[in-house]
């Protein structure tokens, strides 16, 4: 059988029985039109081999295979959809490995193929959704080359904000101090089943080339908590925190990484938090 020959995603979930467990956060992506979009914003994949998260029945990850990924690698707590997952690897002719995990705790590095570049998709489920992000955005060596993920709207928000604005804070940050980012795809409640909430939207992560991505994921996260965890005070008193781990004061560390003190958080760009990471660095020894 072929991907074009299975059968529709309802008929599937309704032939295995598998309704939507909310404590999982699943919210399926039927409609095909919708889940090619989301795949097409991998670009080629023909060299690349694939990994999602969260597969659910299918439906995203059909679209994976029928865009052409080199191999996809899909990883699902519940293991309820074990069977369709495995329907649509026989038609996939042998691209499809299925892996039954908590996708927290794999390593994805050591579980895909390494000639080619190696691309992360997902509808990722509510509930981990942010801390999959962190870890793939921490991840030293970057094993990925592209992750397209859809998150409550909110979330992808946070992730694609510029200074300034209220979303910006520590996920805009670190995000974009490691990659370059970009909104995808905004997708409303109603396309999922069943609906959410709140709406979604798909984000495109670009790690960054080695000579331009911050390195210091540790000194970045502990001067973004401190300066985000208080946004309404200056930077002089909410950094306090940070720099009481240094020998040196907030001030010293502003003045070193050329930010005014008396200046808010979020008016300071992703280039200041790299410098105010630096001079913690510095300080910190
Ligand atoms: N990809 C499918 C779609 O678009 O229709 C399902 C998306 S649903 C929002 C999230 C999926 O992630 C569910 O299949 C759920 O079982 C799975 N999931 C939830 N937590 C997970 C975890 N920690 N590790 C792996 N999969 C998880």
Redesign the pocket.
Known sequence: MSLDALPPLRDVIAAHGLGA?KA???????DLNL?GKIASLAGDMSAAHAV??????G???RAILAAGAKTLTV????SR?LGALGEIGTASGGRLDIIE????KVDEDASLPRDGARIIL???????GTLLLIKWLEAEPVWWSRAVLMFQREVADRVVAAPGTKAYGRLAVISQARCEVRMGLKVPARAFTPPPKVDSAVVVLDPLPDDKRFADVEALGIVTASAFGQRRKTLRRSLAQAAGQTGASAEDLLTAAGIDPGARAETVDVAGFRRLAEAWRAAKG
């Open positions: 467990n999982f956060g699943q919210h399926f992506l039927l889940t999602e998260i969260g597969p659910g029945p439906g995203l990850t990883i699902e707590k519940d959809f995990a908590d996708a927290l997902s509808n990722l489920p509510y509930n981990v």
